[in-house]
Structure formats: structure tokens, C-alpha cells
């Protein structure tokens, strides 16, 4: 009894020498945030520019998953990282007003609140607007994130994103799901590929979704079926797909791409 307790205390007293150095080494880590801000005023052709780099995150994140590691999770490490990857941005936004979120729902907001702050971590304030036009609007500001969700019942909010010039769908949520996105955020960013990517198309063909599924496969472009409300019809293309892409000269009218979601495992 004596030894597993003795035991027991040496190995909390481990853990709490590595609690220290990791509360040293996430300080220094925003002390660099400080000094990149910094560099990044210095260097800065407008101060018109959102603090978020989804691309960036995304390969530090890919990159962290694929080292070596004896125990932590795949969620604890993307769970560390998205909150330290947060506060640098909190301190990078200091003299800018910071980030901010702006949520609309119909029905799941606490499942769509969860998985912003699962994403953009706890540092960007929080509001809930009443119409998804009102986010769109808000999000074409550097400072500000849409937060919006993927429900049929809702209407295709996402349409309008294709006579927006800047505002784009910048990631899927929840981040960690495999399965069909159930709500995005939106900004005023230019996508730029990782390699692991999901692009989000929109189209008001008259075609069924399983012709227009093949007319893109035709066209080498894999592609799934989210939902088609109000005549618009929302699919996600495998791959980055820019807004020019020639694959997509079948498609006129109403059709575009509106963003991508860099994909982390």
C-alpha cells in the first residue's frame, strides 16, 4: 500500500511539473502571437485582411496528427491545438477589435453554437442574428465569421453567397465529422488549396441531382448530394475547385462555387 501510494504521488508529481512547462511553453507561443501581429502591421498592404488562415490551420493540424504520440487522441490534440491557435489570433486582433461570430439556425443552435467553439475555439465573441441575410451581410467585414447551418427546412440561404464578390464558405462543421456537413462558417477569404479539400457548389439546373452527380463525373469531378430546396440545388465536389474552373462550363445560370473546407483528418 505504501508503494502504490508513493507511486501514485510520483507520478502526480510528474504531471504537475509537465502542467508547468506547457503553461510556459503556451505563454511564450503568445508572446510570438504578440510579435507576429507585430510583423504583420509592418508588412501589411491593408489592414482589410481577416486574421484566419483556414489553409495554414488546417496543415499545422494534419501535420500534428501525423506525429509520432504514445496515448493523446486525435480530438484531445485538434481540441489543444484549435484554443491555443485561438488565443494567438485573440492577441493578433488586440488593436483590430478581434474576432467575432455570428449565428443563425433554425432549430439545432446548440449543436451549431458547439461546434463553432469546438472550431474557433473561446476567444471570438458571440451573437445571434435573426436571417441569414444579416450574417452574410456581417461576414463581408475582416472581423467577422459566419456561423450558419445546412438544413433544408431553412431555404437556400447559400445561394446568395454566389453574388457575394469575397464571402465564402470556409470550413464544414462539425470539423471532426466525417459524415455530410450540417453547418459552415463564412468569411471574406480566398480559398487556397491544402491537398485534402471539399468544395461547395451551387447550381439552379433543371437536371435531377444523379444527372448532374454524372454530368460532373464526366467532367472528372466527383461530387454528393447535400440538399435541394427552392430550386437550388447545394453538392460538395471532392477536391479544391476554384470559381473558374473549365469542369463547370456545363453549368450556367445560377450555378457556382462558394467556398471549400479544408479537410483535417
Given at each position: ?84 491557435i485561438s488565443e494567438s489570433l ?176
Amino acid at each position: 500500500m505504501t508503494e502504490t501510494a508513493e507511486t501514485l504521488e510520483s507520478l502526480r508529481q510528474q504531471i504537475d511539473a509537465l502542467d508547468h512547462q506547457l503553461l510556459q511553453l503556451a505563454d511564450q507561443r503568445s508572446v510570438l502571437a504578440r510579435a507576429i501581429a507585430a510583423a504583420k502591421a509592418r508588412e501589411a498592404t491593408s489592414a482589410e485582411v481577416s486574421l484566419l488562415r483556414p489553409d495554414r490551420e488546417a496543415l499545422l493540424l494534419r501535420k500534428l496528427l501525423n506525429a509520432p504520440r504514445k496515448a493523446v487522441s486525435d480530438a484531445a490534440v485538434v481540441a489543444l491545438w484549435r484554443e491555443l491557435i485561438s488565443e494567438s489570433l485573440r492577441i493578433q486582433g488586440e488593436d483590430r477589435g478581434g474576432l467575432h461570430l455570428n449565428f443563425w439556425a433554425k432549430d439545432n443552435i446548440g449543436d451549431l453554437t458547439n461546434w463553432a467553439r469546438a472550431r474557433f475555439g473561446v476567444a471570438p465573441s458571440q451573437q445571434f442574428l435573426a436571417e441569414p441575410s444579416e450574417v452574410i451581410a456581417a461576414a463581408r467585414r475582416p472581423s467577422q465569421i459566419g456561423i450558419l447551418s445546412l438544413d433544408p427546412r431553412t431555404g437556400p440561404w447559400w445561394a446568395r453567397l454566389l453574388a457575394e464578390p469575397k464571402v465564402r464558405i470556409i470550413c464544414a462543421l462539425p470539423e471532426m465529422d466525417q459524415n455530410r456537413p450540417r453547418g459552415v462558417a463564412i468569411a471574406p477569404i480566398a480559398p487556397e488549396p491544402t491537398g485534402n479539400d471539399l468544395s461547395f457548389f451551387v447550381t439552379d439546373s433543371g437536371k435531377s441531382e444523379t444527372a448532374i452527380i454524372d454530368t460532373l463525373s464526366h467532367q472528372g469531378l466527383a461530387a454528393d448530394w447535400l440538399m435541394t430546396t427552392g430550386g437550388m440545388k447545394l453538392f460538395v465536389l471532392i477536391g479544391f475547385v476554384q470559381e473558374n474552373d473549365s469542369r463547370l462550363k456545363d453549368f450556367t445560370g445560377l450555378s457556382g462555387i462558394i467556398g471549400t473546407s479544408p479537410q483535417i483528418i
